[in-house]
């Protein structure tokens, strides 16, 4: 099984058991890694009986086949697991080290189940796999815990949660090699849950790839690619993923004061030309990534990784916060906690708006960078309003009588991207199988950058078709596992023909997207089983009712509705959102069906 | 009813194909995917003059009244859409490539733009070269591995995201037959220049 390790490891807490076995390999063919393999042991793992901060849930830890093969960004890796925050199929993935350090310690997969009674960190080395006591590093920063723990960028790597996630924030993330994160849909409280402070990884071997000449011929024509692009070879590497704080806003698509409007009259204090010019230390890479859209960022109380647009944006544009700085700051305080920045900073705006609309006794209102810092303080340790905004936007806005403005999709904040000015967006948000996400498609390439070419981004009809292939190639990138910037200059034809030098498994474009198809299947199937409905396929009131009052969006509201039923129907589901017989045979899923009758 | 917009989009390439001259007054076609229904020029319009009644809906899988107005290549455009992860199909007869289609088995571009963008583009052929089940099958395979394939001496069938990208590749493939004709007129010794190209006859 060259491209994979062809090994799981297998650890319950509960009992102390280490176990490792194969890899199934027709498994591996249908769902590659990463994202598809994630889902497909979850659905075994974890029914909906199970409460995700219990100890029947699980923590997948997965890799790729072409993770660690030195292709261009094949860093990466992903967790699966059910979500504390929204009670559906969870993934999140990240870069750094840690991904491409796991497959070399020779696993495909890392299973973490049951729960520790008292704080344990893991040790995956060459010579074995130890459970180790962890009181001494209990309640310690990210920062601090992963120095401890002697993180070494190309040889030992640390990953582990921070305050947040031992205190079951539900919007904790599980931090890797310091400040990189699995952040969304709190994967950190489940790790918490577990009283698993941290797994520390030493690999050795790199993984075999069947056709070498063929692969270094698609590392070659990649390099190139990703050079000849000016997104990969000037923008991300010399602005970030700010870069497009302006063109967002220019367009009115930049969410502001928690969606109440569609522009953001200090957009350029915040955007990533400012985030250069004043704040910028360096750019950094993870391993093997030509792009460096990594910032080094300096305040005179923090230097560290970050922030990334989307940060900025919830930190800034959501909280109608212009102090650059501050939302530097506030990045770093979420990364040294472990908290999700996108939720920490849409809930402070829930908090905001709340309080503004007299519902909320707090003093929270747009504009208070202020408070950032001591807030995002008290969400990591639990104290105070602290304790309520910690459980994301939705459960606060139930709360204090105002569900509707949690900005959210079936519990999980939405991104920087406003879908009354991108209507494929919104339809992206909508059927997100984690809630709202960004990155489960890339609807900003085709309605704003033009990527691979641009399209009509106020058209509905035949939206639909896009959004469908750009999920389905979301999940196969997710699956390989890469970094989706990759495909901003590089087409996915290239990673399929990729796949197949390094397994020797013939995928053609086609095959790799059906890959992501199955997944993206899978995981409707998953939440179908935990009883979520085409109810919960939708966006806030706001957004399908309110219309943008000025600028370039003027006048429009989502347009969910008749996008979602041609959405299903070229799914091949049914008008309640289940995939139909004859597409799940298609996909090779059918014996899945009868857990969704 | 077809939006619009989408009709704007039918209008644009059309347009854009004719003037180029990858297209006599009558010729080619082009397609859009939405589900599993497919839009596409109505037989017998002229691409550089599409009217809103010129588009026909049809489905994807079967037939319905909309083949009775639909080109000619229905069938290619169908299949490709049932084998391929393709949103949009543009297919026209350009001049330059189709005659280097009549002597050669693929079409392997020597000049940079087309060296990047597509590798290599392989030609096949069908006794009947139009509107039959083999020719649309064969087609269909082929573009599961090349986002542009050439039908020998009748003309390419690209395919894309968007109509936008489709005639991206058809137009680059155009000027790239035009640069190796211009090349052989000059008839002198080809200086490589670009790394690896001896594994592009192996894309």
Redesign the interface.
Known sequence: MDGWAGKILDIDLSSGSIKTYPLDEKIARLFVGGRGLGARLLWEEVGPEVDPLSSGNVLIFTTGPLTATGYQTSNRFSVSTKSPLTGTVLDANSGGYWGMQFKKAGYDALIVRGRSEKPIFIEIKSTGVTINDAQQLWGKRVLETTKALGQNDNKRNVLCIGPAGENLSRIAAIMNDGQRSLARGGPGAVMGSKNLKAIVVEGKQRPGIVDEE?F??ML??TR??LR?SPLTSQALPEFGTSVVMNIVNNIGALPTRNFMQSQFEHAEEISGEALTDKYLVKNSACWACPIGCTRISKTEKVEGEGPEYETTWAFGAQCGIDDLAAIIEANAICNDLGMDTISAGSTIACAMELTEKGLLDSDLRFGRADLLAATLEDMGYRRGLGNDLTEGSLRLGKKYGAPELSMSVKGLEMPAYDPRGMQGQGLLYATSNRGACHMRGNMLG?EVLGL?????R?????K???VI?HQ?VAAAIDSLVICKFTNMGVAE?YFARTLTAVTGVKY???DL?KVGERVWNLERLYNLREGFTRADDTLPPRLLNEAVVDGPSKGWVSKLEPMLS??Y??R?WDLNGVPRPQKLADLELADLREAVR | M??E??YQQFREIGRDLYVQGLVSSHGGNIS?????RV?IKRRGAMLGRLKPHDLVETSIEKNDSGVALASTELLAHRMIYQ???A?AVVHCHPRTAIAFSLSRDEIVPIDNEAS?LLKKVPVIWEEFASGTPEMAQNLAKTL??Y?IVFLRGHGSFAI???L??AF?WTSTLEESCQIALYAKLINEPFVEYR??SE?YN?W
Do not use: C, W
């Open positions: 063929r270094k011929f070659y024509e190139k690619l000849a085709l691979p070419k641009l399209i009509d106020f058209q509905v009809q035949g639909s078709s896009y292939l389905n034809e053609t474009t086609g997207i041609e959405y129907r070229a091949g | 077809i939006d917009r989408i859009i995917r939405v589900g599993d839009i084998m391929t992860p949103l990047y599961q591995q986002k894309g995201q968007t936008d990208e991206h790394g690896m594994a192996k």
